[in-house]
C-alpha cells in the first residue's frame, strides 16, 4: 500500500468515475485501474463495485475509505509541519441527533479552522447510523444521548462496534413547542397535559426500536404520532399542527428563530448528551477543536 493508492481511492471515491478521477490526478486511466486492482490484492478485498454506470463503493470500501482518509489526514499534518507548504482542502465529517448546539459548534468550527478551502459534513441522521458513520470512519465523531432507558442497549452496541462515548452535560426533559402554542402559558408541563396534542418524532429507519429513539419516553403511549426526517419539517409541525416533541430543552434561536420554545417536563428521567469516538484512533486536530467548542457551548 502506497499514499497515492490511497489517494487513488479516495478521488474515484469522490468522482464515483474513472476517467474524471484519472483527469484530476494526471494519469492515465489503465494506470489507474491497474493500482486500484493492486491494492484491493493486496489486501484481499473488492474496494468497488464496477458497473456501467460507474464505481460504487462496496461496503468494505466504505469502511477502507474511512481509514485511508485518517491515514492522508496524518501525512497532511507530517507534511505541513515539516516542510512548510499549504495544507490541502481540509475535511470534517461530523454525524449527530438533532441538537442545535451541534450545529453551533460546527459553524463555529468552520469559521476558526475552514480556511479558503474545505469539505465540512453535518449529518444530522438516525441513532444507528451515528454509530455505524463513526465505527466505519465515514464520520469522525458522532453526538447522541443515554438514559436509563436506552443505556444498556446503546453501550453495548458501541462496545461491539470498538467506540467509545463521553458525556458532555446532563440535560432534564423540555418540550419543544410553537410559541403560540395553547400549552405555552404553562411554566411546567406533564404528560397529562399533552395528550391531546400530536407528538412528533424522528423517523429511525431499519433501526427503529425504541432503544434508538431520539426522543426520550418513546413508548408513553400517544394517540397522535407524526414521524418526521428532518428538523425543519419537524419545526414547522410543531407549528402548523401544534405539536410537541420532548428533548433536552437546548435551543438556539438564532439559528431556528423565536416560534419554538422549550418548556420543562415533569417526569423522572434524564438525558445524559455526549460523543462517540473511536477507542482505537486518536481524534484529529479539527476534531479535537470541535470538542472544545461543544464543551464550551454546554457548560455555558
Known amino acids: 500500500m502506497t499514499l497515492k493508492q490511497l489517494q487513488y481511492i479516495t478521488t474515484v471515491a469522490e468522482t464515483g468515475n474513472l476517467t474524471e478521477a484519472a483527469r484530476r490526478l494526471f494519469i492515465a486511466q489503465p494506470s489507474l485501474t491497474a493500482a486500484i486492482r493492486a491494492l484491493e490484492q493486496e489486501y484481499h478485498i473488492t474496494v468497488f463495485s464496477r458497473s456501467n454506470k460507474g464505481m460504487t463503493l462496496t461496503a468494505e470500501g466504505e469502511e477502507f475509505l474511512g481509514y485511508a482518509n485518517q491515514v492522508l489526514e496524518q501525512a497532511n499534518l507530517i507534511d505541513e509541519r515539516y516542510t ?15 441538537y442545535s448546539f451541534a450545529v453551533e459548534a460546527f459553524v463555529e468550527l468552520l469559521e476558526n479552522s475552514g ?25 469522525e465523531i458522532g453526538i447522541l444521548y443515554l438514559n436509563p432507558f436506552n443505556e444498556a ?7 461491539e462496534n470498538d467506540l467509545v462515548f463521553t458525556p458532555l452535560f446532563l440535560a432534564k426533559p423540555h418540550v419543544f413547542i410553537g410559541k403560540d402554542n395553547p400549552l405555552a402559558a404553562k411554566a411546567v408541563l ?12 424522528y423517523e429511525q429507519g431499519t433501526h427503529n426500536s425504541f432503544y434508538f429513539s431520539e426522543e426520550i419516553l418513546s413508548t408513553a403511549d400517544c394517540d397522535k404520532e407524526l414521524v418526521v426526517c428532518d428538523r425543519a419539517t419537524l419545526f414547522n409541525l410543531l407549528i402548523g399542527m401544534n405539536g410537541y416533541t420532548i428533548c433536552s430543552g437546548v435551543i438556539s434561536e438564532e439559528l431556528n428563530g423565536p416560534h419554538i420554545i422549550a418548556k420543562p417536563l415533569k417526569v423522572d428521567d434524564y438525558m445524559e448528551i455526549g460523543y462517540i469516538l473511536p477507542a482505537s484512533i486518536h481524534p484529529s486536530k479539527l476534531t479535537e477543536a470541535f470538542i472544545r467548542i461543544l464543551e464550551k457551548l454546554t457548560q455555558m
Open 190 to 201: 406533564t404528560l397529562e397535559d399533552l395528550k391531546p396534542y400530536p407528538r412528533l418524532s
Open 84 to 98: 512548510g507548504r499549504p495544507k490541502g482542502k481540509q475535511k470534517f465529517f461530523v454525524s449527530s441527533q438533532h
Open 115 to 139: 480556511g479558503d478551502r474545505y469539505e465540512f459534513h453535518m449529518r444530522e441522521t438516525q441513532t444507528y447510523e451515528i454509530i455505524e458513520d463513526v465505527a466505519r470512519l465515514r464520520s
Open 153 to 159: 442497549v446503546i453501550r453495548k452496541t458501541l462496545r
